[in-house]
């Protein structure tokens, strides 16, 4: 007898040992899915029983989901609430204990026949958060030996308590991560609505610089630091003025000096937002993508080491994109080559030469390869200019093109048109005549000619119209 007691006297020690340690690595794992993947194997562990079902109640549906493993794939299961064992647990909060599956009628003998497995012994308890709202179910099936104590009862409801917790943390985490991350989306869109000619230019940015940061062998936890960093390196220039953003020439000596405020301000703004502990760095890595490795960059004039890794990252993808984009209003964009050039030219001055070597070697800039082919073409066009007051003709017949993408198009003209003007373009293809609506976002005087270059991009196209369109120009080149 005593002998009997002792024995279950250090199962108990164990049982509470493991619970213990069950609940620590419950509180630690932020992702529900593993969450409940953990719960499940932990429950089995310790209710030494042949099968273990995590439910989660979907109270809008009024189900009940579960994730299975099944032929290498995971599969959702959904139940009706008050339906089989697991349902009606759901539904009232009791805790169930059976000793013969098949004499219950609540329980659903479909299932067994639907996985030819035989469901002797059940034991079911709730999850019940602390607003004392039932959300999920754990179902213990077969224990190993015997029919389920109260003692077992007892282990399950208290590994229930914990598993709630766990899993309303989680599931308040998912929440939080989500709207922090759309924050920081309408913070992009922002600048991108104010700099609709560099819209995705931190999109691209981003992609480049995770591409790097995991070829150089960044954590995931870094490379979500960098992604963040990356999507936000130039919110600050949302304070900067129309006059200097949007201009659509070179800037003026003052004019830089006002843009290279954006840094600064990238730094102010994200301050004001809340990171996690692990986030803490977004704000200086973001603020430092100007700083260059001989000191002379902008805002600290930061040297070497001084520029965190992060940072040496971001300035690369933010130069390789600025230089290959050509939808800058005041000067074209580079071939891939060239702007691999500039990246060369400038390791040990500007940019981290480990970094450049890797980014060129592994060919990370192909990540994001131009989705829209720009055609030199020998066509033509039509417009008209679509003003705030009126909508009036003028138009050039035959003005030549000098070259065209998916996107956008460019052309010379006598006329002088401000960036920002609309105009309403017939394309003359060699078939087909195409009706777009455009922007002027680029205006450049030829040398020592009364003529201009424009930089039109093209507005609202549909995604199937610039896919004819693209199509129809790469067929042009390929004959
Ligand atoms: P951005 O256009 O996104 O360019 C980011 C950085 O890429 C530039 O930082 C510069 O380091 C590099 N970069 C861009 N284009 C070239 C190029 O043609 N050659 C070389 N070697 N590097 C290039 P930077 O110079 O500090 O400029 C910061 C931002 O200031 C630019 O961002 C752009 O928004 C604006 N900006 C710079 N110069 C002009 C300009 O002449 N006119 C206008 N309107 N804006 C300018
Ligand atoms: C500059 O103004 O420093 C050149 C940068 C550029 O052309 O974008
Ligand atoms: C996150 O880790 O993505 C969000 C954490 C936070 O709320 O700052
Ligand atoms: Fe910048």
Redesign the pocket.
Known sequence: MAEKNTKTITKKLTDLSILLEISKAMILERNLDTLLDLIAKKTREVMTADRISLFIVDHDASELWTHIAQDLEIKEIRLPVGKGIAGYVAKSGDIVNIADAYKDPRFDQNSDKRTGYHTKTVLCAPLINHESKIIGVIQVLNKADGIFTKYDEELLVALCAQAAVAIENASLYKEIELSFKSMLKTMAAALDARDPISAGHSERVAKYAIALARAVGFSEEEIKIIDYAAALHDIGKIGVADSVLLKPG??TPEE?NAMKQHAVKTKDILEQVHFARKLRDIPSIASAHHEKLDGSGYPLGLKGVQISKAARILTIADVYD?LVSYD?P??RAMTVDEAIDVLKKGKDTSFDPDLVDVFIKQKLYLIDRREFQRVNADLTMEYTVITKDEVFLSQPKDTKLLNISAEGLMFFSEKFLPAGTFLDVTLHLPEINMNVLARIVRVARMEGQNKFELGLKFVNLSRATKDRLNKYLVEMVEQ
Do not use: D, F
Request: no cysteine; hydrophobic share 30%; net charge positive.
């Open positions: 070179k800037l830089y600025a800058r005041y000067k």
